[in-house]
Protein backbone atom coordinates (compact mmCIF):
# COMPACT_ATOMS: atom_id res chain seq x y z
CA UNK A 1 0.00 0.00 0.00
CA UNK A 2 1.12 3.59 -0.97
CA UNK A 3 1.74 5.31 1.99
CA UNK A 4 3.01 9.05 1.81
CA UNK A 5 4.29 11.30 4.62
CA UNK A 6 3.10 15.05 4.91
CA UNK A 7 5.50 17.57 6.73
CA UNK A 8 5.80 21.45 6.35
CA UNK A 9 2.73 22.79 8.16
CA UNK A 10 2.22 25.56 11.07
CA UNK A 11 0.90 28.80 12.35
CA UNK A 12 1.44 31.89 9.92
CA UNK A 13 0.26 35.06 9.28
CA UNK A 14 -2.60 36.22 6.44
CA UNK A 15 -0.61 37.07 3.67
CA UNK A 16 2.72 34.82 4.28
CA UNK A 17 4.04 31.55 2.90
CA UNK A 18 4.38 27.69 3.57
CA UNK A 19 5.78 24.86 1.80
CA UNK A 20 4.37 21.69 2.53
CA UNK A 21 6.55 18.37 1.71
CA UNK A 22 4.73 14.83 0.68
CA UNK A 23 7.45 11.90 0.57
CA UNK A 24 6.63 8.15 0.09
CA UNK A 25 8.08 5.53 2.27
CA UNK A 26 10.58 3.80 0.91
CA UNK A 27 9.72 4.31 -2.75
CA UNK A 28 9.51 6.92 -5.41
CA UNK A 29 6.58 8.68 -6.33
CA UNK A 30 7.02 8.91 -9.98
CA UNK A 31 5.04 6.32 -11.31
CA UNK A 32 1.99 8.41 -9.72
CA UNK A 33 0.42 10.95 -10.29
CA UNK A 34 -0.66 12.89 -6.47
CA UNK A 35 -2.60 15.76 -5.21
CA UNK A 36 -2.62 17.34 -2.37
CA UNK A 37 -6.39 17.85 -0.22
CA UNK A 38 -7.18 19.61 3.02
CA UNK A 39 -10.04 19.27 5.48
CA UNK A 40 -10.99 22.15 7.31
CA UNK A 41 -12.91 21.77 10.29
CA UNK A 42 -16.18 20.93 10.48
CA UNK A 43 -16.19 20.54 6.36
CA UNK A 44 -15.43 17.63 3.79
CA UNK A 45 -12.45 16.85 2.64
CA UNK A 46 -11.53 18.71 -1.01
CA UNK A 47 -8.78 18.78 -3.57
CA UNK A 48 -6.43 21.85 -3.98
CA UNK A 49 -3.94 20.80 -6.39
CA UNK A 50 -2.14 17.85 -8.22
CA UNK A 51 0.66 16.93 -10.33
CA UNK A 52 1.26 14.36 -13.33
CA UNK A 53 3.34 11.34 -13.45
CA UNK A 54 3.74 11.68 -17.20
CA UNK A 55 4.54 15.45 -18.34
CA UNK A 56 4.11 17.56 -15.04
CA UNK A 57 0.44 18.89 -15.68
CA UNK A 58 -0.70 20.82 -12.76
CA UNK A 59 -4.06 21.24 -11.38
CA UNK A 60 -5.36 23.62 -9.43
CA UNK A 61 -8.76 24.45 -7.36
CA UNK A 62 -10.47 27.68 -7.85
CA UNK A 63 -10.08 28.78 -4.41
CA UNK A 64 -5.93 28.32 -4.69
CA UNK A 65 -5.30 28.87 -8.47
CA UNK A 66 -2.90 31.89 -8.66
CA UNK A 67 -1.78 31.44 -5.38
CA UNK A 68 -0.07 27.84 -4.87
CA UNK A 69 2.57 25.76 -6.74
CA UNK A 70 2.88 22.17 -6.83
CA UNK A 71 5.91 20.62 -7.87
CA UNK A 72 8.18 17.45 -7.46
CA UNK A 73 12.05 16.92 -7.42
CA UNK A 74 13.92 15.85 -10.25
CA UNK A 75 14.32 12.63 -8.43
CA UNK A 76 10.51 12.04 -8.18
CA UNK A 77 11.25 11.29 -4.54
CA UNK A 78 8.89 14.24 -2.90
CA UNK A 79 5.97 16.57 -4.03
CA UNK A 80 5.66 20.03 -2.78
CA UNK A 81 3.22 22.47 -2.44
CA UNK A 82 4.63 26.11 -2.23
CA UNK A 83 1.69 28.37 -0.86
CA UNK A 84 1.94 32.09 -0.89
CA UNK A 85 -0.62 34.93 -0.16
CA UNK A 86 -2.38 32.73 2.69
CA UNK A 87 -5.95 32.95 3.81
CA UNK A 88 -7.51 32.33 6.91
CA UNK A 89 -9.52 30.42 4.93
CA UNK A 90 -6.67 28.16 3.72
CA UNK A 91 -6.91 26.96 7.62
CA UNK A 92 -7.18 23.01 7.22
CA UNK A 93 -5.00 19.66 7.68
CA UNK A 94 -3.77 18.89 4.45
CA UNK A 95 -2.91 15.74 2.97
CA UNK A 96 -1.18 14.06 -0.12
CA UNK A 97 -2.45 11.18 -1.40
CA UNK A 98 -1.93 9.16 -4.90
CA UNK A 99 -4.60 10.16 -7.92
CA UNK A 100 -6.62 7.70 -9.28
CA UNK A 101 -8.66 9.76 -11.28
CA UNK A 102 -7.53 12.95 -12.90
CA UNK A 103 -7.62 15.64 -11.79
CA UNK A 104 -8.92 15.46 -8.25
CA UNK A 105 -10.09 12.07 -7.23
CA UNK A 106 -7.62 10.28 -4.81
CA UNK A 107 -6.60 6.54 -4.79
CA UNK A 108 -7.86 4.30 -2.26
CA UNK A 109 -6.75 2.91 1.00
CA UNK A 110 -6.34 5.18 4.14
CA UNK A 111 -5.06 8.80 4.82
CA UNK A 112 -1.75 9.86 6.59
CA UNK A 113 -2.26 11.94 9.38
CA UNK A 114 -1.93 14.88 7.59
CA UNK A 115 -0.05 18.55 8.68
CA UNK A 116 -1.86 21.66 10.30
CA UNK A 117 -1.61 24.68 8.37
CA UNK A 118 -3.31 27.80 10.49
CA UNK A 119 -3.58 31.52 9.08
CA UNK A 120 -4.21 33.80 11.83
CA UNK A 121 -3.16 36.84 12.90
Known amino acids: QLQLVESGGGLVQPGGSLRLSCAASGFSLGAYAIGWFRQAPGKEREGVSC????????YYADSVKGRFTISRDNAKITVYLQMNSLKPEDTAVYYC??????????????WGQGTQVTVSS
Open 51 to 58: ISSMDGST
Open 97 to 110: NWIRIWPMTPGGGS
